[in-house]
């Protein structure tokens, strides 16, 4: 207990320590409390955040801040347009089809398993995989009715959701334009000694950044690589699977393994088993192998310094905290920690070379 006790003393004895505590603190509650409430403004910072790599980019090249920002800004809006026209549509009919489709594919699979046990009744018997099917039945049931409670609520939801779309691009424009006037408002409410927290805050938002903005390029690529590898080889729910595909970048190794059964389950029953069920499969994981041996290095060679270990505990512990937000966010908040972690052992090295220094 007096290691614990001394370690604690000297620790929070620093007021940047301190002061680096509270914000950390602070933010938490903020978020844990008033998350619903702020969602527009949190989805606005986010996107602004993804949006102002570009707008230093433009800068660079010689343009001034306004246009920079205004090109950037009518360029997002054009693709948000062309996403919410076109591709929301597809995916939503896509995803009805496939719930409704979904009790099909798994009867025809059931039976061929039962099949199979008959011949190899050493490893299952039927009785078991009823039992296996039953309860997948009955998760089927619950997702169709989530579904269907979603689209009802999303009609009855339909004027916020009206308002969140004008609201948000407005609050984006705003973020980007008005970005060195928020930090210095910040700025001026800090106390002047906090060179940790700006430590901390710059490597947090250089690496979060980074690792945001090569994560929606990676799902990008994957997702549009493998819509035109899944209409090519003619599977049904293409703009689905190549959504799901996508996003299953944002889980490392997890996201990969999930997905690889509902592409096997719809090639299933497409073709049953035979070549173009086993073509489909293979290029699904050669998408995955591009993706995780040429892709994602290329992209985050140098972003995210975490251990494999390391990216499945964030999953598991920010997934349990906030859901599946926590599960898409766990490294970019796990890059947050690592930075707080890294700063503050920079200080404290620092700081004991200083009071060595001094005493010398």
């Given at each position: 207990?007096?290691?614990?006790?001394?370690?604690?003393r000297?620790?929070?004895?620093?007021r940047q320590v301190?002061?680096?505590?509270?914000?950390l603190?602070?933010?938490?509650?903020?978020?844990?409390?008033?998350?619903?409430?702020?969602?527009?403004?949190?989805a606005?910072?986010?996107?602004?955040?993804?949006?102002?790599?570009?707008?230093?980019?433009?800068?660079?090249?010689?343009?001034k801040h306004?246009?920079?920002?205004?090109i950037?800004?009518?360029?997002?809006?054009?693709?948000?347009?062309?996403?919410v026209?076109?591709?929301?549509?597809?995916?939503?009919?896509?995803?009805?089809?496939?719930?409704?489709?979904?009790?099909?594919?798994?009867?025809?699979l059931?039976?061929?398993?039962v099949?199979?046990?008959?011949?190899?009744?050493?490893?299952f018997?039927?009785?078991?995989?009823?039992?296996?099917?039953?309860?997948?039945?009955?998760?089927?049931?619950?997702?169709?009715?989530?579904?269907?409670?979603?689209?009802?609520?999303?009609?009855?939801?339909?004027?916020?959701?009206?308002?969140?779309?004008?609201?948000?691009?407005?609050?984006?424009?705003?973020?980007?334009?008005?970005?060195?006037?928020?930090?210095n408002w910040?700025?001026?409410?800090?106390?002047?000694?906090r060179?940790?927290?700006?430590?901390v805050?710059?490597?947090?938002?250089?690496?979060?950044?980074?690792?945001?903005?090569?994560?929606?390029?990676?799902i990008?690529?994957?997702?549009?690589?493998?819509?035109?590898?899944?209409?090519?080889?003619?599977?049904?729910f293409?703009?689905?699977?190549?959504?799901?595909?996508?996003l299953?970048?944002?889980?490392?190794?997890i996201?990969?393994?999930?997905?690889?059964?509902?592409?096997?389950?719809?090639?299933?029953?497409q073709?049953?088993?035979?070549?173009?069920?086993?073509?489909?499969?293979?290029?699904?994981?050669?998408?995955?192998?591009?993706?995780?041996?040429?892709?994602?290095?290329?992209?985050?060679?140098?972003?995210?310094?975490?251990?494999?270990?390391?990216?499945?505990?964030?999953?598991?512990?920010f997934?349990?905290?906030?859901?599946?937000?926590?599960?898409?966010?766990?490294?970019?908040?796990?890059?947050?920690?690592?930075?707080?972690?890294?700063?503050?052992?920079?200080?404290?090295?620092?700081?004991?070379?200083?009071?060595?220094?001094?005493?010398?």
């Amino acid at each position: 207990m007096n290691v614990i006790s001394n370690w604690i003393r000297q620790a929070f004895s620093d007021r940047q320590v301190v002061l680096l505590m509270s914000a950390l603190v602070f933010g938490l509650i903020a978020v844990y409390f008033f998350a619903d409430m702020l969602a527009p403004a949190i989805a606005a910072v986010v996107i602004a955040f993804l949006l102002d790599g570009a707008v230093t980019w433009l800068k660079k090249r010689g343009l001034k801040h306004i246009y920079a920002v205004i090109i950037t800004f009518v360029l997002f809006m054009c693709i948000a347009v062309v996403v919410v026209v076109t591709v929301l549509p597809l995916l939503f009919n896509q995803v009805l089809q496939f719930v409704n489709a979904t009790p099909q594919m798994v009867g025809a699979l059931q039976k061929y398993l039962v099949s199979l046990a008959a011949n190899f009744p050493d490893l299952f018997n039927q009785t078991q995989v009823n039992g296996w099917f039953t309860d997948l039945g009955r998760e089927i049931a619950v997702m169709g009715r989530d579904v269907l409670q979603y689209s009802v609520s999303g009609v009855r939801g339909a004027m916020t959701t009206a308002v969140y779309m004008v609201l948000v691009p407005v609050m984006v424009f705003f973020f980007l334009k008005d970005k060195v006037m928020i930090t210095n408002w910040f700025n001026s409410v800090l106390p002047v000694e906090r060179g940790l927290l700006t430590k901390v805050w710059r490597e947090a938002v250089s690496r979060s950044g980074d690792y945001a903005r090569g994560k929606v390029y990676e799902i990008i690529i994957v997702g549009v690589t493998s819509y035109v590898i899944y209409k090519f080889l003619g599977i049904n729910f293409a703009t689905l699977l190549a959504v799901a595909t996508g996003l299953s970048v944002l889980i490392p190794y997890i996201g990969a393994a999930i997905v690889t059964l509902p592409v096997a389950l719809v090639a299933y029953a497409q073709w049953g088993f035979g070549s173009e069920m086993l073509s489909a499969v293979i290029a699904y994981l050669i998408l995955q192998a591009f993706d995780g041996n040429l892709l994602a290095p290329l992209l985050f060679s140098e972003v995210v310094k975490l251990h494999p270990n390391a990216i499945i505990i964030a999953i598991l512990v920010f997934g349990g905290i906030w859901g599946l937000w926590g599960v898409f966010f766990a490294i970019p908040l796990a890059t947050a920690a690592h930075a707080v972690i890294h700063s503050w052992q920079e200080h404290r090295d620092d700081g004991r070379k200083s009071g060595t220094t001094d005493s010398a």
